[in-house]
Nanobody, 115 residues
Framework: QVQLVESGGGLVQPGGSLRLSCAAS????????MGWYRQTPGKQRELVAT???????HYADSVVGRYTISRDNAKNTVYLQMNSLKAEDTANYYC?????????WGQGTQVTVSS
């Protein structure tokens, strides 16, 4: 089992920045993928960004150039730096951890972009 604890959400004005963190604990294998997804009411959860244990990254087109995903393998923590935030980025953001066929989710952290 893997437990994920997210932090860093909140209210920010358009154009502002936020940094999300997600710490993983439990049975963690060296080879894994950590990432962030987001969901708004009535819509499917969508991928935001992922990063492998080797450091390869992937981003949704909508966040390229604005968001940066990174990780600290020693701390089993993944970060999401979000810049130039827009109203349409408002969502509940979920941390995800995948390894050898197992898939885990955090509880979600709300990000609201509003003036």
């Amino acid at each position: 089992q893997v437990q994920l604890v997210e932090s860093g959400g909140g209210l920010v004005q358009p154009g502002g920045s936020l940094r999300l963190s997600c710490a993983a604990s439990g049975s963690i294998f060296d080879r894994n993928v950590m990432g962030w997804y987001r969901q708004t009411p009535g819509k499917q959860r969508e991928l935001v960004a992922t990063i492998t244990s080797g450091g390869s990254t992937h981003y949704a087109d909508s966040v390229v150039g604005r968001y940066t995903i990174s990780r600290d393998n020693a701390k089993n923590t993944v970060y999401l730096q979000m810049n130039s935030l827009k109203a349409e980025d408002t969502a509940n953001y979920y941390c995800n951890f995948r390894t050898y066929g197992s898939n885990y989710w955090g509880q979600g952290t709300q990000v609201t972009v509003s003036s």
